[in-house]
């Protein structure tokens, strides 16, 4: 059995949520309520990918709302969801350590935002939770036992609308898990960015 909770919180106010779901607060979580928009707008520096930084100005420039996600027996998560496109989200980055291996640029995607869920909780596409990654190998997804990339060494970290994983392996190299094959990309980095293109074009690949 599997149990998914939502609580949506609208204008959210700190001091008046339950006790439940403040506790669920980080300390940037509270500055990102009471910043507003703004926040966020400014939450890339000029050092991250320039895609990172358009995505989220573009969730700056409409409204957003609260919701706290909690699967099964876990603690509530914090995630502000924002009015285009199909309504993305972005969790915080949380108090979990990162995987050790984990590829620089992405380490840094990961402090900016924790996890970004393409569309509602119950459909598929976005970035995985930073501090819940595990290896293939872990996952109940199903591998070509034919293939030349070890499951145990790849982390998928990417989803897509249709359901593909991204996967970063211990190389700093890539590879995408599609219909159980996993196939190398050229670059990695390359490919997030196609994947948030497209999303902040309307399209999906």
């Given at each position: 059995?599997?149990?998914?909770?939502?609580?949506?919180?609208?204008?959210?106010?700190?001091?008046?949520?339950?006790d439940?779901?403040?506790?669920?607060?980080?300390?940037?979580?509270?500055?990102?309520?009471?910043?507003?928009?703004?926040?966020?707008?400014?939450?890339?520096?000029?050092?991250?990918?320039?895609?990172?930084?358009?995505?989220?100005?573009?969730c700056?420039?409409?409204?957003?709302?609260?919701?706290?996600?909690?699967?099964?027996?876990?603690?509530?998560?914090?995630?502000?969801?924002?009015?285009?496109?199909?309504?993305?989200?972005?969790?915080?980055?949380?108090?979990?350590?990162?995987?050790?291996?984990?590829?620089?640029?992405?380490?840094?995607?990961?402090?900016?935002?924790g996890?970004?869920?393409?569309?509602?909780?119950?459909?598929?596409?976005?970035?995985?939770?930073?501090?819940?990654?595990?290896?293939?190998?872990?996952?109940?997804?199903?591998?070509?036992?034919?293939?030349?990339?070890?499951?145990?060494?790849?982390?998928?970290?990417?989803?897509?609308?249709?359901?593909?994983?991204?996967?970063?392996?211990?190389?700093?190299?890539?590879?995408?898990?599609?219909?159980?094959?996993?196939?190398?990309?050229?670059?990695?980095?390359?490919?997030?960015?196609?994947?948030?293109?497209?999303?902040?074009?309307?399209?999906?690949?």
């Amino acid at each position: 059995m599997h149990i998914q909770r939502v609580v949506t919180v609208y204008d959210p106010d700190v001091q008046k949520l339950q006790d439940e779901l403040r506790s669920a607060l980080t300390k940037q979580d509270i500055q990102a309520i009471r910043g507003g928009r703004e926040f966020f707008a400014n939450l890339a520096g000029a050092d991250s990918p320039k895609w990172l930084r358009k995505v989220l100005q573009a969730c700056a420039e409409g409204p957003y709302y609260l919701q706290f996600l909690s699967r099964d027996n876990s603690p509530y998560r914090p995630y502000f969801r924002f009015q285009w496109q199909g309504e993305p989200a972005i969790s915080l980055p949380r108090k979990g350590r990162l995987r050790a291996g984990m590829p620089a640029f992405l380490r840094h995607v990961y402090g900016v935002i924790g996890t970004f869920c393409e569309n509602g909780f119950d459909m598929s596409g976005g970035l995985h939770s930073g501090d819940e990654l595990v290896a293939l190998s872990e996952t109940w997804m199903w591998v070509d036992p034919s293939g030349s990339i070890d499951p145990s060494t790849a982390i998928p970290f990417l989803e897509t609308f249709s359901g593909s994983q991204l996967c970063y392996l211990p190389d700093g190299g890539g590879a995408w898990l599609k219909a159980g094959k996993l196939v190398r990309v050229r670059s990695l980095e390359r490919e997030v960015a196609k994947y948030f293109e497209a999303l902040l074009k309307g399209t999906r690949i």
